[in-house]
């Protein structure tokens, strides 16, 4: 008995361990299809849709989303913003101003910026979700990066961006869109939303009716490249469709924009979210249409298909209307709940990697130390007249001077997070010199609008006994932002009316440098400033920009020589707004760099730094009409300090049948290098950098010659063969 109770005992196990293993597999077919995680995304997504009542379908697409108990499905507000750092939900990583992270034209740096981003967004999301929390600021859906070009620097949303090239702003925002989703095949990090689509950049006050005219060429040259790339190359699954409208219609009910191009040429296949109050907008700030119910059909039939606001709440008299059915309704659900389910919200924490995530890992010291990195990078040199900087740091005296020296918000910029440590310029030049140093503390004046005499006289004292004086002047997000109210000289609306710095700062600028006592003057602002005085009189410049929580730690390093500053100016400095076209003309003719044909106080793509980097050796060979082009440049350090420098690389058209622009950026990569180190930088020029839009408004690369330029040389090639057609795609 012993020898047959032994093989029964060990079938019975056998049975028990086959059907335990097959439990999760039976489990899961008993569920509905939309909570099995075994079937295709697709397939969910239809089941669960087809659950829906109508009224329950147009709830969720808008961004405070109910919950539907019946269905399982927990509350979820689409709104959250990560322009530099995860906003407005407490304690977090805050990097430099979007602009910022402009100027230090490092998409290495961007990549990982971003990527710090979503593991901080990741972290808050799931510690609020495991106290029930579903409110705005809370969720996965991030509502950057903002990719529009700052064509003209009096548009206050400027800080927002990557500054006036569609080349540097797609380069950077496809990497800012790669690190915040992620490189999980099955789930997305977080989604990324690049905005405002499309032609939008000021004026604030007209937004909610402007009509932004647009030429075709300027749309395909200017406006919509970095949307393109952040689409077709990044995968960003998401977009935001802007305010105002572009040739007419609004952009968030705009056939060509929403349907023929994003969808048609580039083909997107995420969704589109409309900028808050946008589709309201479309009845009672465009007139384009009559009633509540009109717009939401239109703007849905387009292809936006969630609304920042509550006017979807109209679509089912829309559909009792005949303006819009149930199945076109059904089609832009979908797209929404697959973003969630792409986001792991419908399987368990052990299938996502990213829901594993702690919330130790928000604002973490490695993380502080990126923010740091990045600050530094950002920093741009625009003077260093008989090498002013960098200072010394056993000075007997320092004077600290202006409005923006020890101000924490102005670190900040707008679309912020809060950092749990936050070093001013002062705190730092105080942390950075010897214990010997004396400093010396001034406002001198304020911001903006009146300022006492006394200040402007107790600052001046400061300077005259002190060795040196660092003035930190400038703007801040209190004045330059999103549709603002300002009553101070200069600005309207959050733009800006006039590019000179403030009348009370630009009156200690000249009584600190009339001490005769050296002056380096810092500017944080998040565009450009008209600071001709300054560049005639000052002996040293800093654009500083809002260089987040560790911008004061970042300022100091410059300035005493521990980092040499390599950052580079991504728009164009001009003397005056006498320089522009008017500020609502939306064509490029003479703005930015590639436009413009006047004399810049600061060009684009400038900055100075402690050591010197001749170029020499540039290289082009001639090829055939859609070939790429290959171009090597040597670059020496011949200095006695390591260094950074911006290699950048321009393209000219010289025999173009159309207009084109005078040059335009077609390369670019940061490098380090050592003292009297030497490096070869290749660069390649694709057959679409080398196209043009003809007359007929087609894309075509024609045969012909072109001019290069790297660090001041010049090289050409040519182009060979036929004239060739290239799609949008």
Not at 8 to 14: D, F
Not at 156 to 181: I, M, N
Not at 452 to 475: C, H, N, T, Y
Not at 532 to 546: R, S
Request: some cysteine.
């Amino acid at each position: 008995m012993f020898y047959i109770f032994v093989p029964l005992r060990e079938t019975i196990l056998c049975l028990l361990v086959v059907l335990l293993a097959f439990l999760p597999l039976s489990h899961a077919q008993s569920l509905p299809p939309y909570k099995n995680p075994n079937l295709p995304i697709e397939a969910r997504v239809n089941d669960l849709v087809s659950r829906m009542t109508l009224e329950e379908k147009v709830l969720q697409m808008q961004n405070a989303a109910p919950s539907i108990e019946g269905l399982g499905i927990p509350a979820y507000d689409w709104w959250n913003e990560a322009l530099h750092g995860v906003a407005r939900a407490g304690y977090a990583t805050v990097f430099p101003q979007a602009i910022g992270l402009a100027a230090t034209w490092d998409t290495k740096l961007m990549y990982q910026v971003a990527d710090v981003i979503s593991t901080e967004a990741r972290a808050k999301h799931h510690e609020f979700v495991r106290n029930n929390q579903h409110a705005r600021y809370q969720g996965l859906t991030f509502w950057s990066p903002n990719i529009n070009i700052f064509r003209d620097p009096r548009w206050g949303r400027g800080q927002e961006t990557y500054g006036e090239d569609p080349y540097l702003t797609a380069r950077l925002g496809v990497e800012f869109v790669k690190g915040l989703q992620g490189n999980d095949p099955r789930y997305f990090k977080v989604i990324a939303t690049p905005k405002h689509y499309a032609v939008h950049s000021g004026p604030e006050p007209e937004r909610h009716g402007f009509d932004a005219k647009a030429y075709e060429r300027d749309l395909r040259e200017t406006y919509l490249p970095a949307f393109r790339a952040t689409i077709v190359e990044g995968k960003a699954y998401s977009v935001m469709c802007a305010y105002n409208r572009t040739n007419e219609e609004p952009c968030c009910a705009n056939k060509k924009l929403m349907t023929d191009i994003l969808r048609g040429e580039w083909g997107f296949n995420g969704y589109v979210v409309s900028d808050c109050g946008a589709i309201r907008d479309i009845w009672e700030g465009h007139k384009f249409v009559k009633t509540e119910a009109e717009a939401s059909a239109l703007a849905v039939r387009a292809g936006t298909d969630l609304t920042c606001g509550k006017e979807y709440v109209s679509l089912p008299q829309a559909v009792k209307q005949g303006l819009i059915t149930e199945a076109e309704i059904d089609t832009s659900l979908k797209r929404l709940m697959t973003a969630r389910f792409r986001l792991g919200m419908f399987d368990s924490p052990e299938m996502v990697q990213y829901a594993r995530i702690p919330f130790s890992q928000n604002d973490t010291p490695e993380h502080r130390q990126l923010a740091l990195q990045s600050a530094r990078e950002s920093i741009v040199l625009l003077k260093n007249a008989n090498r002013t900087l960098p200072l010394r740091k056993d000075l007997k005296s320092i004077a600290v001077i202006g409005p923006n020296a020890d101000v924490p918000e102005v670190l900040w910029g707008n679309y912020n997070g809060r950092p749990s440590r936050l070093i001013t310029p002062l705190a730092g030049i105080k942390n950075a010199v010897s214990a010997n140093t004396k400093v010396v503390y001034a406002a001198g004046s304020t911001l903006a609008g009146e300022s006492p005499q006394a200040m402007i006289e107790e600052a001046v004292k400061a300077a005259r006994d002190a060795d040196a004086s660092v003035l930190v002047l400038g703007l801040s997000a209190r004045l330059e932002g999103e549709e603002m109210k300002v009553e101070v000289p200069g600005f309207r609306g959050g733009d800006r009316t006039d590019l000179s710095l403030p009348q009370p700062q630009e009156a200690l600028l000249k009584a600190v440098v009339a001490t005769g006592k050296p002056v380096v003057v810092v500017l944080l602002s998040g565009s450009a400033l008209a600071v001709n005085w300054a560049n005639d009189h000052a002996p040293a410049i800093l654009q500083a920009w809002y260089p987040g929580g560790e911008g004061g730690v970042a300022l100091a390093d410059v300035l005493f020589g521990d980092y040499n500053p390599a950052g580079r100016l991504p728009v164009t400095f001009y003397k005056s707004v006498d320089q522009l076209p008017p500020f609502t003309d939306y064509s490029m003719q003479g703005r930015t760099y590639r436009y413009f044909k006047g004399e810049p106080l600061y060009p684009f793509g400038y900055g100075l730094s402690y050591t010197k980097f001749p170029y020499s050796n540039l290289c082009v060979k001639s090829v055939k009409a859609g070939e790429p082009a290959r171009v090597t440049v040597d670059v020496t350090n011949t200095g006695e300090r390591e260094g950074d420098e911006v290699v950048q690389l321009y393209l000219t058209d010289v025999a173009a049948s159309a207009p084109v622009p005078i040059r335009t950026l077609v390369g670019f990569e940061r490098i380090s290098l050592r003292p009297r180190e030497k490096r070869t930088v290749t660069f390649t020029i694709t057959p679409r950098q080398m196209s043009l839009i003809d007359n007929n408004d087609k894309r075509v690369i024609e045969p012909g010659e072109f001019l290069i330029s790297a660090g001041g040389l010049r090289g050409r090639f040519t182009l060979s063969g036929k004239m060739i057609e290239l799609t949008e795609r």
